[in-house]
């Protein structure tokens, strides 16, 4: 026997093996732990939930149900005057104090910005009478630096005559944060107004916790939106979801978020079942 070719190929094996095992910690998202399944009979008790009550979805029901940790989660850092800067020239602008928020100006252009971190802006520009889409939205945010790779486009919701509200989520290791977003309202193929609430995904706590299923979500989801005028779910997705806190940082718990085709949506956590406000 050849000890030498045969040590040689178990240091390959062995390195092969590390490669692999680091591939694992880095890349593959450590709160994604497999558990369950539903089953063939749950999801067809699930389309006839749906169709009792009256609504229709429009994609396929997730099957997984995984385990998921919390996120830690902290506020982000940009002041007021950082985000006036983004959207208004310095010179000419003018501020005002107005209870919770900081307002600025220029002309017909607004700034708002909340103490827990919602910034409004208001673009002050008329339609130009082209299309809108998607396309303008990612431009206006690219060309004043706020695009992020890890962003991605969520919903596309009509608004006003012409218009859509693209609403753009943060993601984390591949979860939706809906705590994270921007919505860029274009009417006429214009902005006119955006919105933002971003806070910043830390890590994972290391305790992991099976989550309901997308079926328990959708038996909470048909109570609490029985008066929703859409009766068309255009989503339902595990990703993570808090309210904006007086903290520097918090923690977030997973949700599954249900969506309907108007844009309104429904947030349960997805430890507790509990319908998150």
Request: cysteine-free; hydrophobic content about 45%; charged content about 20%.
């Amino acid at each position: 026997m050849d000890l030498a070719k045969v040590k040689t190929v178990l240091i390959v094996a062995f390195l092969s093996l590390n490669i692999f095992l680091a591939y694992k910690l880095w890349f593959v998202p450590q709160s994604l732990q497999q558990g369950e399944v539903l089953s063939s009979e749950q999801i067809a008790e699930t389309a006839e939930l749906l169709q009792k009550h009256g609504f229709e979805l429009v994609q396929g029901l997730p099957k997984q149900i995984p385990r998921m940790s919390l996120l830690h989660v902290v506020r982000s850092p940009q002041k007021p005057e950082e985000w006036a800067d983004i959207f208004l020239d310095e010179p000419t602008r003018q501020k005002h104090r107005l209870g919770d928020k900081t307002i600025f100006w220029v002309g017909e252009s607004i700034v708002e910005v909340m103490d827990n971190g919602k910034v409004t802006f208001i673009t002050g520009l008329p339609g130009t009478g082209e299309e809108s889409s998607r396309t303008v939205a990612e431009r206006f945010l690219r060309d004043l630096g706020l695009w992020q790779p890890d962003f991605k486009l969520d919903l596309a919701v009509p608004w006003r005559e012409k218009g859509y509200n693209y609403r753009f989520v943060q993601t984390y290791q591949g979860f939706p944060l809906f705590f994270s977003t921007i919505n860029v309202y274009v009417n006429s193929g214009t902005v006119q107004l955006v919105e933002i609430e971003q806070a910043l995904a830390v890590d994972f706590s290391d305790k992991d916790v099976m989550v309901i299923s997308a079926q328990k979500a959708l038996e909470v989801f048909v109570k609490e939106a029985a008066n929703f005028p859409s009766k068309r779910i255009i989503d339902i997705s595990l990703g993570y979801y808090s309210q904006h806190y007086d903290a520097n940082s918090w923690e977030s718990a997973p949700v599954w978020r249900v969506a309907t085709a108007d844009g309104q949506a429904v947030y349960i956590n997805a430890f507790t079942g509990e319908i998150e406000k």
